[in-house]
């Protein structure tokens, strides 16, 4: 169980399009307002965790559009599968963090690193960085399928799982 944080401004719009627009001042959110949005972002991530084809047992993802909190629980069959769920959860727009209370039904994987794209990054200065050679970054590209389907199409704020050598 651990708390991983993401970029806010970074990732998957997947509620609404464009830039979001304050509120008027006469109309400041409601807690049930609240409370609905969080209810909507939290089934959202979890149809698009679905949609990657990652399956895990008994997934739980709750929102708190508060202060931008995804809470992610279930049986992942393995460790890449749960890194992969979390990956989904938190590269999504106006999320800062995760909190993985995801088990892992295999047991004992090691963990991967997580990297944060800067801009410039390539998958290959990646690779350099983290296994001495260019020519890696396949490794790189495998282990984030599907959230990745270009090697070419990753971007600033983006975080990534970089897996053992």
């Known amino acids: 169980?651990?708390?991983?944080?993401?970029?806010?401004?970074?990732?998957?719009?997947?509620?609404?399009?464009?830039?979001?627009?304050?509120?008027?001042?006469?109309?400041?959110?409601?807690?049930?307002?609240?409370?609905?949005?969080?209810?909507?972002?939290?089934?959202?991530?979890a149809d698009y965790v679905c949609s990657q084809g990652l399956k895990v047992d008994n997934l739980k993802v709750a929102f708190n559009a508060s202060n931008g909190v995804v809470t992610v629980s279930g049986a992942a069959p393995d460790q890449a599968t749960k890194e992969k769920v979390v990956l989904c959860c938190g590269n999504v727009a106006n999320v800062t963090s995760v909190d993985d209370q995801l088990t892992v039904a295999g047991g004992g994987q090691t963990a991967s690193q997580w990297y944060t794209v800067a801009s410039g990054d390539t998958l290959s200065k990646i690779a350099k960085q983290f296994y001495g050679d260019t020519n890696k970054y396949p490794q790189i590209f495998e282990a984030n399928k599907p959230m990745l389907s270009n090697p070419d199409k990753i971007y600033p704020g983006q975080v990534l799982r970089i897996p053992a050598a």
């Open 1 to 45: 169980m651990s708390l991983i944080s993401f970029i806010k401004e970074a990732g998957e719009k997947l509620l609404g399009h464009g830039a979001a627009q304050a509120a008027p001042a006469q109309a400041a959110p409601t807690a049930q307002d609240v409370a609905k949005l969080s209810e909507t972002a939290g089934n959202a991530i």
